[in-house]
């Protein structure tokens, strides 16, 4: 199933509906035209070279006309962002949804990059992150942070320079966002069904490492690009969040929030509750 992103089209919120009206509009219209042709030219050379003249004209009119507005219609749809991003997705995984709404899933996957660096996409200033959010009715699990409510969402992201842990951390975004961190932040989000959130679980719960060539970025382009049809790249949060702008239905500045405290992975074991934050 194809789910748009919503967006502005040029002639409304239905193209092909309103390609037809104006495809019989147009006719319409020369056909009126036609018809003055032919009435003029009915008293200057009487009716049988004007009726011909006339039917070859609306035959050949309409072939043209069609033959121009296929062409519009194909430029359109070719052009077309939504379009796009939905012709990638054929199969229904990963389609996007709207922000502030979610789909049929059992959780939505939002990746964040926030970097303060302009120019140069090697900087490494920022940090990048993703959050899952349980948009079923039962519990779920994330990576290895199990009873996560419906309703309720989840941050992770790898770090290096706390002394706490090196690697990968639960909430510890969602608590920095809440003190008003990141505040440039850009993101994208898709819907995951049981069979991709098992798939992200496996990524993160093999995840619990930091190095300069192992990121934040480079995780949470990871985890996205498991299960995400349009993919990502960056291995800095400077480039990961340029390559997010050049997506169709990027957002600035999501707003979440996390109701659980601050956890840092133990490898492959249960989460630690952090004694800093």
């Known amino acids: 199933m194809l789910c748009f992103v919503k967006g502005n089209y040029p002639f409304g919120s239905a193209p092909l509906g309103q390609f037809f009206f104006l495809n019989i509009l147009i006719i319409i219209i020369i056909d009126k035209i036609h018809f003055s042709i032919y009435i003029h030219t009915h008293n200057v050379y009487g009716n049988k070279i004007t009726f011909l ?30 379009f796009a991003s939905a012709a990638t997705n054929d199969s229904g995984e990963g389609k996007f949804i709207s922000p502030e709404s979610v789909g049929n899933g059992v959780a939505v996957l939002t990746i964040f990059a926030s970097s303060d660096a302009s120019g140069s996409s090697f900087s490494t200033d920022g940090h990048a992150w993703i959050t899952v959010s349980n948009t079923s009715s039962s519990n779920i699990t994330v990576g290895k942070f199990a009873g996560v409510a419906p309703g309720k969402l ?3 992201g790898t770090w290096g320079n706390k002394s706490e842990h090196t690697g990968l951390w639960y909430n510890l975004e969602a608590l920095f966002v809440s003190q008003g961190a990141y505040n440039n932040r850009v993101s994208l989000s898709i819907d995951l069904n049981a069979s991709q959130l098992s798939s992200i679980n496996s990524v993160i719960a093999n995840s619990d490492t930091w190095s300069l060539t192992n990121n934040c970025a480079s995780f949470a382009t990871k985890v996205w690009n498991t299960v995400a049809a349009v993919k990502l790249s960056g291995s800095t949060p400077t480039s990961l969040r340029d390559d997010i702008k050049k997506k169709f239905g990027y957002v600035t500045n999501l707003s979440f929030s996390s109701s659980y405290a601050v956890y840092y992975a133990n490898g492959t074991g249960a989460p630690i509750r952090s004694k800093v934050y």
Do not use: H
């Open 53 to 82: 003249y006339y039917l070859i004209g609306v035959i050949e009119m309409r072939k043209c006309l069609f033959s121009l507005l296929f062409f519009v219609v194909t430029v359109y749809f070719a052009l077309s962002p939504s």
């Open 154 to 156: 989840v941050s992770l």
